[in-house]
């Protein structure tokens, strides 16, 4: 698991309500990738860190929003959260080296209500 | 951009038989494949990679082949296990900056005793 770990692992929050997850890993991985996972869609990339305070968008950023003040941790926001966005979430890190591939985390099931 | 499909979203085998999985994708700049295992709540674990400057490539009981030619991607495991079970999804790094991924939608394995 590369020593990353999600919180919450479970949430449950009524729509409009501001959410955060966070995601910590151990390994001083540069890189750090925030996934939504849903049926019939597979892993879809939301957000991502290419260094501390260095993110940029992915396919399906609408609505959320990320911070990295340090290396280990990379924070999710949902500003207000709509129902669409119950899905299970998941980190993912890696180094920088050209070999190495995407490590994940547990996952955290988010459910809006 | 990348798009990755897989052929079958099912496949059911008898334990001890050889489990194909098989995955296309789009973009023939690829250079970097990966498979990835998930069981039922938990976060997709590496299996196996291969580069593009390679055909095939074996791990314990896993291996990878890759056919430039026609985009195609597959996962063969030998004498396959009841803890073979689950989700099996295959990922593309089209080389872009920030080492992205796209993934496929994923192969649910069921191995049957």
């Known amino acids: 698991d590369a020593g990353i770990t999600q919180s919450p692992r479970h949430k449950v929050t009524e729509t409009g309500t501001p959410v955060t997850l966070r995601c910590h890993q151990t390994e001083n991985h540069r890189y750090m990738y925030w996934y939504r996972q849903d049926p019939g869609h597979g892993l879809r990339l939301i957000h991502y860190s290419y260094g501390v305070k260095d993110t940029d968008k992915g396919e399906v950023s609408d609505g959320y929003s990320v911070s990295r003040s340090k290396t280990e941790d990379f924070l999710l926001t949902l500003e207000s959260a709509t129902s669409s966005q119950t899905s299970v979430y998941f980190c993912?890190?890696?180094?920088?080296?050209?070999?190495?591939?995407?490590?994940f985390g547990p996952g955290t099931r988010l459910t809006v209500l | 951009g990348e798009s990755v499909g897989l052929h079958l979203p099912t496949l059911s085998v008898q334990e001890g038989d050889n489990s194909i999985i098989n995955c296309a994708y789009s973009n023939s700049a690829s250079d970097y494949f990966i498979w990835y295992k998930q069981e039922s709540g938990k976060g997709p674990q590496f299996i196996i990679d291969?580069?593009?400057?390679?055909d095939k490539r074996q791990g314990q009981r896993v291996t990878v082949l890759l056919n430039k030619t026609v985009k195609h991607l597959s996962l063969q495991i030998a004498a396959t296990q009841p803890g073979d079970s689950a989700v099996y999804f295959c990922a593309v790094d089209s080389g872009g900056s920030n080492y992205k991924l796209t993934f496929g939608k994923g192969t649910l394995l069921t191995v049957n005793p």
């Open positions: 993912a890190t890696r180094t920088s080296g050209s070999t190495d591939t995407q490590y």
């Open positions: 291969i580069r593009s400057n390679m």
